[in-house]
């Protein structure tokens, strides 16, 4: 089975404060991707990634950077965590053959 | 990005029934994909459908790749208080290959909420 993990599960986060988001793949996937998800608003794309040290940005990239520096990691920053940055945050991988599977969510609360 | 409609949006429903949902676009997709999520969970992949007209079973859902290639349904047959959650449908333009410039990007429905009256 795909595993997908995400270092937290919860983060309550200030104002101004440089957020971390780790994500770990087991599966040796190309393609990793960290969404955001809002009542309402569905899964909405920040930024994806199809190869190590190579990023794209998706839908809502504003305020967020990443990186991938190795195949099975991928990391999403906010550089200067704001209020309207509280959300669900979704991690996922895809590969040949193997479509998207999500790790189990971060819920970031920033005060 | 663009969305898959997605209806109903919410539904209340009485253990035992059937649940009926689905997707339509605009655009052909070349995959359909079911997910289902759990409250405080990550969604978690169901069924992956990959040729039109293609009818594909996981234990009591069924998922069916609409003719069309522009739509898709899911039904959940005699349904259980642990099949609440919220299903969401995704659609993917380039077939069983995610790899490969342009060919990663999934385009997601907003979900249907299912609630399981006991």
């Known amino acids: ?7 937290s599960r919860y983060l309550v986060k200030r104002t101004g404060e440089k957020v971390f988001l780790e994500c770990v793949q087991d599966m040796d ?9 809002d009542p309402g608003l569905g899964l909405r794309l920040i930024y994806f990634s199809y190869d190590v040290k190579m990023k794209e940005k998706g839908d809502i990239p504003e305020g967020y950077s990443v990186s991938r520096e190795k195949k099975e990691r991928f990391s999403l920053i906010l550089e200067s965590a704001s209020t309207n940055q509280t959300s669900m945050y979704l991690c996922a991988s895809s590969g040949y053959n193997s479509p998207l599977h999500f790790g189990n969510g971060t819920r970031l609360t920033v005060t | 990005g ?4 997605q209806s109903p949006q919410s539904m209340f429903i009485q253990e035992g029934e059937d649940v009926s949902m689905n997707c339509t676009s605009s655009s052909i997709f070349n995959t359909w994909l079911w997910y289902k999520q759990d409250p405080g969970e ?28 522009k739509d898709s349904f899911l039904n959940i047959s005699a349904s ?15 077939g069983r290959s995610y790899s490969g410039a342009g060919s990663y990007q999934l ?6 909420k299912l609630s399981v009256i006991p």
């Open chain 1, 1 to 7: 089975d795909v595993k997908v993990t995400q270092s």
């Open chain 1, 29 to 37: 996937h190309e393609n990793m991707f960290w969404y955001r998800q």
């Open chain 2, 2 to 5: 663009q969305q898959l409609n």
């Open chain 2, 42 to 69: 990550g969604p978690v992949l169901l069924i992956a459908l990959y040729k039109a007209g293609e009818l594909t079973s996981n234990g009591r859902l069924t998922a069916q790749f609409g003719i069309t290639r």
């Open chain 2, 80 to 94: 259980i208080p642990s099949d609440v959650g919220i299903y969401f449908c995704a659609g993917h333009r380039k």
């Open chain 2, 107 to 112: 385009t997601f429905g907003k979900g249907t």
